[in-house]
């Protein structure tokens, strides 16, 4: 079995004089929710149209589960379901009437998966109500049980949060949560709200300017982002014996310049400056340091712009 669901490599995508998507060489495991971070216009719904099919690309190339060529692709994006710029809804039309019409527009046997789609998208009870009168929220979880018919082992979201209110943002990550770990489903969800993605994602991909920056584990993040107490004595190797012997810890990082990086006392800073201070050490720099998720992927794409 194959472990990535979408391999690409220098993929690029040119609109005249403008790179949308510049090179970008990303992978996503099976099984995993990979959040994929940057700006309004950094290329994230570009490549996801490339990958759709919606869009071709200028230069490189990509996999689908392990397929590449032009047959290969039309059958692996079988596999595959989209909300891509909003949920294609039919406003005059019921929920079920919805799924009916997009599963007849792809060649879907048998009705059974649109009763199916709707209880797990929690819309099952909405009888007669027309599309055009559910919340934002209602029309999200709609576009996902379209996104659902036929089973699809991949789910690509470009911006499913954008615009809802906490409820539906919270009602829409629930759902994300219980497709992947109940139903297996490998999705990858573009968005420039960080703040929503961190409580979701088990990968990231960072895209600027068309350009991916950076792919990482939601433990390589967190690991990156460690909050420590930035310590510079005048004596380092007494400061860390009396860190070891007070504080009965270990766990600091000594840097080259004699820095020492204290983890676990961000919250009791008086307690170790104290100590320190009173087994004759002279403190030439304290302070809290690290970032936090926000502020790290801020640093990376050089500022967040929303919108």
Do not use: W
């Not at 911006?159 to 219980?178: A, F, H, Q, T």
């Not at 770990?181 to 703040?195: A, C, D, F, N, P």
């Not at 304290?286 to 967040?304: A, C, K, N, W």
């Amino acid at each position: 079995m194959n472990e990535y669901v979408l391999k690409t490599n220098h993929l690029s995508k040119k609109y005249q004089d403008n790179i949308a998507v510049n090179k970008v060489s990303m992978s996503i495991k099976k099984g995993s929710i990979y959040g994929f971070i940057g700006q309004n216009g950094a290329g994230k719904s570009t490549l996801i149209r490339l990958i759709t099919g919606l869009a071709y690309p200028t230069d490189g190339t990509f996999e689908l589960f392990a397929e590449s060529s032009k047959q290969g692709l039309i059958e692996a994006r079988k596999r595959i379901g989209t909300i891509i710029e909003g949920p294609a809804l039919y406003p005059h039309m019921t929920a079920a009437e919805n799924l009916e019409a997009h599963r007849l527009l792809k060649g879907i046997p048998g009705k059974d998966c649109v009763g199916k789609a709707l209880a797990i998208v929690g819309l099952q009870n909405t009888g007669k109500k027309k599309a055009k009168n559910f919340s934002l929220g209602m029309k999200q979880r709609l576009g996902l049980a379209i996104a659902l018919l036929g089973d699809p082992e991949f789910l690509l979201l470009d911006e499913p949060i954008n615009g809802l209110d906490p409820m539906g943002v919270v009602e829409i990550r629930e759902l994300l949560k219980k497709l992947n770990q109940e139903y297996g489903i490998t999705i990858l969800i573009s968005s420039h709200i960080l703040s929503e993605l961190h409580l979701l994602a088990t990968h990231y991909g960072i895209i600027h300017k068309g350009e991916l920056l950076e792919q990482l584990s939601a433990k390589e993040l967190n690991e990156k982002c460690q909050q420590y107490l930035h310590i510079k004595v005048d004596n380092p190797n007494k400061g860390v014996t009396v860190i070891e012997r007070h504080l009965e810890t270990k766990n600091f990082e000594v840097m080259p310049d004699g820095v020492i990086k204290l983890f676990g006392y961000v919250d009791s800073p008086g307690k170790v400056s104290a100590i320190l201070t009173s087994e004759g050490l002279i403190i030439e720099a304290f302070m809290p340091m690290g970032e936090d998720l926000e502020s790290y992927f801020t640093h990376r794409i050089g500022g967040v712009q929303h919108g």
